[in-house]
């Protein structure tokens, strides 16, 4: 039988370029949501980042979310603060609003990200901007560690979870809560290979299934689709 091109799933929007390089490499990607976000635009979030605004404090992102949310608030207007990121995308979004100075360390996971923060300055308190559902690894490392932690919720996460019955030889999961929307109504056969963007996402995917769990390097959407060119550049096909 002549070998089948590759079939992936992205639970997370790709652009026509990334779509386009991976066709050209014998990769297929379907593309299929399963979070919704959006930011919190009510009065009273406003009213807490204006509040935020005027503070010189120590300020972490987990998420481009959060970035995105809060900066449109801010409208142009630069705070004082020592930032702490996750790396990559966030905080490329980071140094784009407010500087690369800002940024006083990044973390690869919220964990690491929460002990960079004790490691370098342990302050007494800090902001945190997270989503609805943010994970508990970074404020309970920081509570535990007697830092005040003010969390400011800025935008929300919805499932939006689908039925997938088309096979697929493999999966990218982009973030914990797309994967437990993901699983809400999949299983996944035996052979199907899933890769994580860092190793929370993995720990949500192993949840879940046995299957074979490859983690990103370097986080990204480009970085997630070359690992799975280099993984099936092998010849790994499912016969048609």
Known sequence: MPDKRIQLLSTRPMTAAQLDNARKKGIDITVQSFIETSALQDVAVQQEIEWASVQETVVVFTSMNAVVAVTDML????????????????????????????????????????????????????????????????????????????????????????????????????????????????????????????????DTVARFTNNKILVSKEPGKDEMVEQAVRYFSGGVRRES
């Open 75 to 202: 409208d142009g207007h630069v705070p004082s603060w020592r930032i702490y990121c996750m790396g990559y995308a966030t905080q490329k979004l980071v140094t784009e609003y407010f500087g690369e100075a800002s940024i006083a360390g990044t973390g690869a996971s919220a964990l690491e990200l929460a002990e960079t923060i004790i490691e370098e300055e342990e302050p007494d308190e800090l902001i945190f901007f997270c989503g609805n559902i943010r994970r508990e690894e970074l404020p309970a490392k920081l509570s535990k560690q007697g830092i005040t932690v003010h969390e400011i919720c800025v935008y929300e996460t919805l499932a939006t979870p689908h039925k997938t019955d088309k096979p697929f030889d493999g999966i990218l999961f982009f973030s914990p809560s797309a994967a437990e929307s993901f699983f809400s109504n999949n299983t996944v056969p035996p052979e199907t290979v899933l890769f994580a963007i860092g190793q929370t996402t993995r």
